[in-house]
């Protein structure tokens, strides 16, 4: 329990009536405190009774299924069950995986200069112990009030981002009820019986379909590629002999040739580094929860090209596998694995994946490697994994290239110790670049670019693959 303003004015009042009984020579003062303090330890009384029968719940009000970085409206639903009023002060609490979203009229109030949306990002030690994590709504800062209507709903309406994957149990809601005198606050414990999935987020672009030209300057037969008849169009000059249709040519009394539809049918696999270093920030997300995204997406553009799309993760042991499928099923079983990851804290060995990707995959395919190419102790067991699937596989190393190491290796200096910051910078982005030509000299495509344009770089290394017909 506490004291509310007004018992305090009642506390006040009744020793500045005794400090006045014992000072003045009136007898009739003597016993004038205690009349306030009859009615407030009265009114303490009753408000503890009335408690008892005052019921309020809360609930979130929130989809089913969130999707991880993607914006997620909510709200928290307080039920007045009760025949009055009720005050409530609460203190909201967020599972570990989602963070409150800042809008840009918020930054303004507090005093923050922002021209983007920005993401609050909670104390480190609770997100990585996993525990929840107190925010304050309005003005994330403090505790909220509101007033709940008897017999009606009352909603406190935010925004949040979804930011690790897997099940999110809702924690209960600290809380404390106004009494019907105003004399006090009354702890209460909201309990919400909530649970909500965050899942990889979906493909919310079209994606063409890669397509090429149906004909070259020298037809070549292709491993892999099948063809079947697209169109009868008129004779061109240079058109292959074997492409002419006789049949139509007597018909129409002019050379006909046959063109063709060409196709592909790859076998990729996505593995995802879910070491120690894939906790790092980037963006909105961690790294594990940007590959995720991206596998999950990369999936979806896959399987329209009839493409064979897998999936395998990885730190120091392998914990998720889905071997390459077509469809609609092999997008689904992605996703259902996907949402069980989490970071682990040892140390990635991309040698022992590189092992039990050679069992996996029987045929040349395209590997897509998300992990961290810039890592000094990566940097030996990342280049023997490669040598190791390429050949006969055709590998691509994708990760986070973060601005801003750079911009503090091109930072004006303004303090003695921003020279040796840089300097650090520097040494970090040359040691960073000779990693990633060490993994080109043995034919692998690397991409490292930052993590609003990661995904971007892959989609459009996967067309360039698939249009000059490196695999298959």
Same mark, same amino acid.
Request: aromatic share 6%; glycine share 6%; hydrophobic share 45%.
């Given at each position: 329990?506490?004291?509310?303003?007004?018992?305090?004015?009642?506390?006040?009042?009744?020793?500045?009536?005794?400090?006045?009984?014992?000072?003045?020579?009136?007898?009739?003062?003597?016993?004038?405190?205690?009349?306030?303090?009859?009615?407030?330890?009265?009114?303490?009384?009753?408000?503890?009774?009335?408690?008892?029968?005052?019921?309020?719940?809360?609930?979130? =009000?929130?989809?089913?299924?969130?999707?991880?970085?993607?914006?997620?409206?909510?709200?928290?639903?307080?039920?007045?069950?009760?025949?009055?009023?009720?005050?409530?002060?609460?203190?909201?609490?967020?599972?570990?995986?989602? =963070?409150?979203?800042?809008? =840009?009229?918020?930054?303004?109030?507090?005093?923050?200069?922002?021209?983007?949306?920005?993401?609050?990002?909670?104390?480190?030690?609770?997100?990585?112990?996993?525990?929840?994590?107190?925010?304050?709504?309005?003005?994330?800062?403090?505790?909220?009030?509101?007033?709940?209507?008897?017999?009606?709903?009352?909603?406190?309406?935010?925004?949040?981002?979804?930011?690790?994957?897997?099940?999110?149990?809702?924690?209960?809601?600290?809380?404390?009820?106004?009494?019907?005198?105003?004399?006090?606050?009354?702890?209460?414990?909201? *309990?919400?019986?909530?649970?909500?999935?965050?899942?990889?987020?979906?493909?919310?672009?079209?994606?063409?379909?890669?397509?090429?030209?149906?004909?070259?300057?020298?037809?070549?037969?292709?491993?892999?590629?099948?063809?079947?008849?697209?169109?009868?169009?008129?004779?061109?000059?240079?058109?292959?002999?074997?492409?002419?249709?006789?049949?139509?040519?007597?018909?129409?009394?002019?050379?006909?040739?046959?063109?063709?539809?060409?196709?592909?049918?790859?076998?990729?696999?996505?593995?995802?580094?879910?070491?120690?270093?894939?906790?790092?920030?980037?963006?909105?997300?961690?790294?594990?929860?940007?590959?995720?995204?991206?596998?999950?997406?990369?999936? =979806?553009?896959?399987?329209?090209?009839?493409?064979?799309?897998?999936?395998?993760?990885?730190?120091?042991?392998?914990?998720?596998?889905?071997?390459?499928?077509?469809?609609?099923?092999?997008?689904?079983?992605?996703?259902?694995?996907?949402?069980?990851?989490?970071?682990?804290?040892?140390?990635?060995?991309?040698?022992?994946?590189?092992?039990?990707?050679?069992?996996?995959?029987?045929?040349?395919?395209?590997?897509?490697?998300? *992990?961290?190419?810039?890592?000094?102790?990566?940097?030996?067991?990342?280049?023997?994994?490669?040598?190791?699937?390429?050949?006969?596989?055709?590998?691509?190393?994708?990760?986070?290239?973060?601005?801003?190491?750079?911009?503090?290796?091109?930072?004006?200096?303004?303090?003695?110790?921003?020279?040796?910051?840089?300097?650090?910078?520097?040494?970090?982005?040359?040691?960073?670049?000779?990693?990633?030509?060490?993994?080109?000299?043995?034919?692998?495509?690397?991409?490292?670019?930052?993590?609003?344009?990661?995904?971007?770089?892959?989609?459009?290394?996967?067309?360039?693959?698939?249009?000059?017909?490196?695999?298959?």
């Amino acid at each position: 329990m506490h004291l509310a303003q007004r018992a305090y004015v009642l506390l006040i009042l009744t020793a500045a009536l005794a400090v006045a009984g014992l000072w003045s020579e009136e007898g009739s003062l003597a016993g004038l405190w205690l009349a306030p303090a009859i009615l407030l330890l009265s009114g303490l009384t009753l408000e503890s009774l009335y408690i008892r029968g005052t019921f309020v719940r809360a609930d979130i =009000e929130i989809g089913p299924r969130a999707f991880l970085g993607r914006a997620q409206p909510a709200a928290i639903a307080f039920h007045n069950e009760s025949d009055r009023d009720v005050r409530v002060e609460y203190v909201a609490v967020l599972p570990s995986g989602f =963070e409150p979203l800042i809008h =840009e009229d918020a930054e303004k109030s507090l005093g923050r200069d922002s021209k983007d949306t920005r993401i609050v990002t909670p104390v480190e030690g609770a997100r990585a112990s996993g525990k929840s994590v107190a925010w304050a709504h309005p003005l994330w800062s403090g505790s909220s009030k509101i007033t709940v209507p008897k017999r009606n709903v009352a909603r406190d309406a935010f925004d949040l981002i979804p930011s690790r994957l897997g099940m999110q149990r809702w924690p209960s809601i600290p809380s404390r009820l106004r009494g019907r005198f105003g004399l006090a606050w009354w702890p209460r414990k909201l *309990t919400i019986e909530r649970e909500t999935p965050i899942a990889p987020d979906t493909l919310r672009i079209p994606v063409q379909r890669p397509t090429g030209a149906p004909t070259g300057m020298r037809p070549r037969r292709t491993e892999g590629a099948g063809s079947e008849l697209h169109q009868l169009r008129a004779y061109l000059p240079g058109d292959p002999l074997g492409r002419i249709d006789w049949k139509a040519t007597a018909r129409r009394g002019r050379l006909v040739s046959r063109e063709f539809s060409e196709d592909q049918h790859l076998d990729i696999l996505v593995a995802i580094d879910a070491g120690r270093l894939s906790r790092i920030r980037a963006g909105n997300l961690d790294r594990l929860g940007l590959f995720a995204n991206i596998a999950a997406r990369f999936a =979806e553009s896959a399987t329209p090209n009839d493409d064979r799309i897998g999936l395998l993760v990885y730190s120091d042991r392998t914990l998720a596998v889905c071997a390459p499928d077509r469809g609609v099923a092999a997008v689904a079983r992605m996703r259902r694995a996907l949402e069980r990851l989490s970071v682990q804290s040892a140390e990635s060995d991309p040698l022992a994946a590189a092992i039990q990707i050679r069992s996996m995959l029987r045929h040349r395919s395209l590997i897509v490697l998300l *992990t961290d190419p810039e890592d000094a102790t990566l940097a030996e067991p990342l280049a023997r994994a490669v040598r190791l699937l390429s050949p006969p596989h055709m590998v691509v190393v994708a990760g986070v290239h973060s601005p801003e190491i750079a911009a503090l290796a091109n930072a004006e200096a303004h303090d003695w110790l921003d020279p040796w910051v840089a300097l650090a910078a520097q040494e970090y982005e040359f040691t960073a670049q000779q990693y990633r030509e060490r993994l080109r000299r043995l034919g692998t495509p690397v991409i490292a670019a930052r993590e609003d344009l990661l995904e971007r770089a892959v989609f459009a290394e996967y067309e360039r693959l698939r249009r000059s017909r490196r695999i298959g």
